[in-house]
């Protein structure tokens, strides 16, 4: 595999091929779309811990959710809910905490609270200004591909049924370089940048499989890849399960995704997730580590 200078979390250096990171997802939402949110810190800081003990190596937390047909969420109460779980997890845990986060002020209330990395999943097309801010701060930034569509939302949550690329992954290594481009020019190091295809996002079931197949093509953006793959509806219109029957499905794409290429996992099963991943170290990294 590709090999990368090491990205700094704060005191973390994420030193990549040495492993595969496993990204623990932190919903601090009411309306996740896997059911799995927290609305107060004692219970953010809970799971938190339990993550790390199963095996997380980074805690991503969010406050708005970005599932399709989501409502929106103002500014300040994004805020409100980020900043005091990242306040308590940075004082209370040594792993890398990320703020997924779009906004740039919500991201710099973040960064000052604890975060050493920002997930914007609009990969800094919605608010350029972020770049600035993690410029900064010096922390890590997550650009993922996203697309606006018309979602339709049914029994097995939100998915894109009519969503038109020329080929998705052109379509998808194009958009991000674009962003890579936007970050480095905001003086963001090249060695603090990660690319996520984005998944799930604007993008029918069929594409988001093309982009599993492809994965490795990714590899050409020349920074360390984030595939977020967990419960997502894709495996649900495929398999014909709910999100809380995804654990298998999600296991086979994240053993894919790392077989690609992925040099971060972002999951919600934390512990099963954490143990594929060693696994598939084992095989395609040569990687084998003990209990």
Known sequence: ??????????????????????????????????????????????????????????????????????????????RARVVPVIRALASRLAVPISVDTSRASVAEAALVAGATMVNDVWA???????AGVVARSRAALVLMHNRAATATVDALGGHYDDVQYADVVADV????????AMATMAGIPRAQLIADPGIGFGKTVAQNLELMRRLPELRALGV??????????????????????????????VALAIAGGAEIVRVHDVRAM??????????????????
């Open 224 to 253: 360390p890849l984030l595939a977020g793959t967990s419960r997502k509806s894709f495996i649900g219109l495929t398999l014909n399960l709910p999100v809380e029957e995804r654990v298998e499905g999600t296991a086979a794409t």
């Open 274 to 291: 954490a143990r594929v991943a060693r696994m598939t170290d084992a095989i395609v990294r040569g990687l084998r580590t003990e209990d």
């Open 173 to 180: 290594i194009a958009w991000l370089r674009k962003s890579i």
């Open 124 to 130: 800094l097309h919605r608010d350029p200004a972020l």
């Open 1 to 78: 595999m590709t090999t990368f200078a090491p990205t700094r979390c704060g005191d973390t250096l994420l030193r990549w091929g040495t492993k595969t990171y496993v990204m623990g997802i932190l919903n601090v939402t009411p309306d996740s779309f896997s059911g799995d949110g927290v609305m107060d810190v004692a219970a953010a800081i809970a799971r938190a811990e339990q993550f790390v003990r199963d095996g997380a190596d980074i805690l991503d937390v969010g406050g708005e959710s970005t599932r399709p047909g989501a409502a929106f969420v103002p500014e300040e109460e994004e």
